[in-house]
């Protein structure tokens, strides 16, 4: 399942600190759900770069499917049109078309992990009469990405791999995505993948998370493509459950295709 939280980035420096003053309980099998902090939740303590209050955070967390969800029902195809627009007329900027991201893949421990993250941008490329959207050359980072530090703005879209077990308990991958609420332009997007001890990658195993699959779908929330949970929509990119051995997010279904040429089709 995948969860978003929804915050304004003035008021948070850590993902922890969001978490724990929360106090909110949330289903961990039901639908997507928006987290609203109120202030009088909200740590009293600005981000790095200075508060500023046209920017928020939305951070979608993608769990593994329920058991439920392998239960025998009608067989659904890619060809479904279904999608949904995270918020409607947000969307990166022409000029900073394509987006860059930079990996840090070494919390992986799959060699050629770069070249899968490379696959995945090449996919919503591929999206017939849309902008190119991402750049495909991924630029690598000697040093690895702290994840509680991502919570931080600093104008740099990355993808890296990280221990979430503190944060997000059983989730494969989560993407933050900061975004201008005055103008309606998302400014970044952090993919972090779990290398917890329950979750291990590789590339076509039918025993691991697949790396291109996961980055696929998560890079359709970079669009700010929001996940869809009817099981109509189960053979579709940016259905909001995976599985160990999944490899059908690598290929994009009608719906996605449909998503990407609404937000950035020319």
């Known amino acids: 399942m ?14 922890a ?26 740590p009293a303590i600005d981000v ?20 439920s969800q392998g239960l025998g029902g009608p067989s659904f195809t890619d060809e ?7 918020r409607n007329g947000y969307r990166w900027l022409d000029t900073d078309l394509p987006v860059e991201f930079n ?3 070494s919390g ?8 899968e ?11 017939p009469n849309t902008e190119i959207i991402f750049d495909e050359t991924l630029e690598s980072v000697s040093s690895p990405i702290d994840i509680e530090s991502k919570l931080i703005w600093d104008e740099e879209n990355t993808i890296s791999w990280g221990d979430l077990t503190s944060l997000f308990p059983r989730a494969i991958s989560v993407n933050r995505v900061v975004f201008n609420t005055f103008n309606w332009i998302i400014v970044e997007s952090d993919i972090v993948l779990n290398n917890a001890e329950d979750f291990t990658w590789g590339i076509g195993s039918s025993t691991d998370y697949d790396i291109q699959n996961i980055i696929t779908h998560e890079l359709g929330h970079s669009l700010f493509l929001d996940d869809l949970y009817g099981r109509s929509s189960s053979e579709l990119t940016m259905y909001g459950y995976s599985d160990i051995g999944e490899d059908k997010k690598q290929s994009l279904g ?13």
């Not at 724990?20 to 909200?42: F, H, I, R």
């Not at 479904?80 to 995270?86: D, L, P, T, Y």
């Not at 696959?119 to 591929?126: E, P």
Request: hydrophobic residues 50%.
């Open 80 to 86: 479904a049109k279904h999608f949904k627009v995270f």
């Open 17 to 42: 600190l969001v978490w724990m003053g929360c106090g909110e309980t949330l289903d961990p099998v039901g639908p997507a759900q928006s987290l609203n902090v109120s202030a009088s939740k909200k």
């Open 117 to 127: 993250a490379a696959k995945s941008l090449a996919t919503w490329n591929a999206v």
């Open 103 to 105: 990996i840090d893949a």
């Open 48 to 67: 790095a770069r200075g508060a500023d209050p046209e920017l928020e955070v939305v951070v979608f967390v993608h769990y593994p499917a329920p058991a």
């Open 2 to 15: 995948k969860m978003y939280f929804l915050y304004s980035i003035a008021t948070v420096l850590l993902v």
């Open 254 to 266: 009608l719906g996605d295709k449909l998503g990407a040429q609404k937000l950035y089709g020319n």
């Open 108 to 115: 992986s421990g799959v060699p050629g992990a770069e070249i």
